[in-house]
């Protein structure tokens, strides 16, 4: 569904009007094109104490063939850079500000103790007016549970609420993200970077990304094109809206897609798969028999790599007003279906070593909301699967991650009441709701080979939610 105020608040006229009424002005978010490079201009980088990430950063941005300029915090970076083989130069003039830049890197990693935070105010104070417009910001820490004296802890847990402040302060389309990297995980940066600071990341902001030591990297080189070449990926739900956005991203980077619905919805997931050269499967998650008959169907298939997990059903009542029935029916659907699912993938082999899981929870899994306990109950227990299974499932190298989408525009929020539906995309840092490929473009980066290091993740697809943690 467009998003007609958007449109207007855009236009000669209504940008005016909207200034003067000191309405919401969004922007339109910019989307991943692969013609396009990873950053369209510059990147800015700055940091503070003693810098840990620096070579790992000039190694990525020289993969990624990004132009790169220096703070004054960080006079090391040349060095970093030349070593790497990577032009850069400095910006600005004494305390002049220099070029606007598309993107802003931090790496705090060096960060002992809050006393050393000047670092920050210094760079984002100096930096904050000079990135443009659908811009990028990535601050890079230590995991604090990981960090080796409290006051290290204390400053690397600070990050959080710098990053969700500043997501708030910049505006225009820019978004904020905090990724904190274990140590001896430096070489796993490169998936996250080329996401988070990309188009591809358009309606993600202010998240929280941990990158770890994968059990079983990635073999050979990886072809960024099309990333996600030769992976037999299963999608659920797979028949409309954001699961045939899943399917399509899939395709588009080089995978083997499976598309599943429910019989019902045939003809939509025939059309889709067509459309995708993909392969149909038509099978109701919820039954007794659905775990078997998918081992069945994926060792047929000599295995999948991929299993993302979308299928969702709605049910919203009070509870006080909800029929059992309608409790069970989420609940099965939406999460224990799930976990009897991966379970009998993994025991089988039918999901292979090394494989990736990424789920769909929701907002309202983390927040909550009215009228959905059953499904709110359900998306929460999705965070919780994830979060319990990503070191049982880490000895055999497979990665279990989720996405929380907010407000994305679909037909099911096409049906919200007009209030409530402008309310759900005014009411985040991008003043406007997200698009079905924006959650799928999140589920990519979690689903590929280079992103062994990132288990136990929740990334929120909501522009900022203002609702929620």
Avoid at 157 to 169: D, I, M, P, Y
Avoid at 436 to 442: L, M
């Amino acid at each position: 569904m467009s998003d007609s105020y958007l449109g207007f608040a855009n236009s000669s006229l209504g940008s005016r009007l909207v200034a003067a009424l000191g309405l919401p002005q969004p922007l339109p978010l910019e989307r991943y094109r692969p013609d396009q490079p990873v950053v369209k201009g510059t990147v800015l980088l700055g940091a503070g104490g003693n810098p840990q990430l620096l070579g790992a950063l000039a190694h990525c941005f020289k993969a990624m063939a990004v132009q790169t300029v220096a703070h004054r915090s960080v006079p090391q970076w040349t060095q970093a850079a030349s070593q790497a083989g990577l032009m850069s130069g400095r910006w600005g003039l004494g305390d002049q500000p220099g070029e606007k830049v598309k993107a802003l890197v931090f790496d705090a990693s060096g960060l002992q103790s809050s006393e050393e935070s000047d670092a920050l105010y210094q760079f984002f104070h100096d930096a904050a007016r000079s990135v443009l417009p659908c811009g990028r910001v990535v601050v890079l820490g230590r995991p604090p549970e990981a960090c080796a004296s409290p006051r290290q802890a204390t400053v690397q847990r600070a990050l959080e609420g710098l990053t969700r402040a500043l997501a708030k302060e910049l505006k225009r389309a820019i978004t904020v993200q905090l990724v904190y990297v274990a140590e001896g995980a430096e070489d796993q940066l490169e998936s996250t970077l080329r996401f988070l600071l990309s188009p591809r990341c358009a309606y993600v902001s202010a998240q929280v990304v941990r990158v770890g030591v994968p059990t079983s990297p990635a073999s050979g080189p990886i072809d960024w094109a099309r990333p996600l070449a030769g992976q037999k990926i299963l999608v659920t739900g797979a028949s409309r809206g954001i699961g045939a956005a899943i399917a399509e991203v899939m395709a588009r980077d080089g995978a083997q897609v499976i598309c599943l619905d429910v019989p019902q919805a045939q003809a939509g997931l025939d059309e889709v798969s067509a459309r995708l050269g993909a392969k149909a499967l038509a099978l109701d998650i919820g039954a007794k028999e659905a775990p078997q008959a998918l081992v069945d169907a994926a060792l047929a298939d000599g295995g999948w790599d991929v299993v993302v997990h979308n299928a969702g059903i709605t049910r919203d009542k009070t509870i006080a007003n909800m029929k059992e029935h309608l409790w069970h029916s989420v609940v099965n659907v939406n999460l224990s279906t799930q976990e009897r699912i991966n379970e009998a993938l993994v025991a089988s082999g039918a999901l292979k070593t090394g494989g990736r899981i990424v789920c769909v929870s929701s907002i309202s899994g983390i927040a909550g909301n009215l009228g959905q306990t059953n499904y709110a109950l359900s998306k929460a227990g999705v965070i919780g699967m994830v979060q319990s299974q990503a070191p049982v499932l880490a000895p055999k190298g497979i990665t279990i991650n989720a996405v929380a989408p907010g407000f994305i525009e679909t037909q099911m929020t096409a049906a919200v009441p007009l209030a409530i539906r402008e309310a759900g995309r005014r009411m985040n840092s991008m003043g406007q709701g997200g698009q079905p490929v924006d959650v799928a473009e999140a589920i990519a980066w979690l689903a590929s080979p280079a992103s062994g290091g990132l288990t136990g993740n929740v990334v929120r697809v909501c522009g900022q939610s203002l609702i929620g943690a």
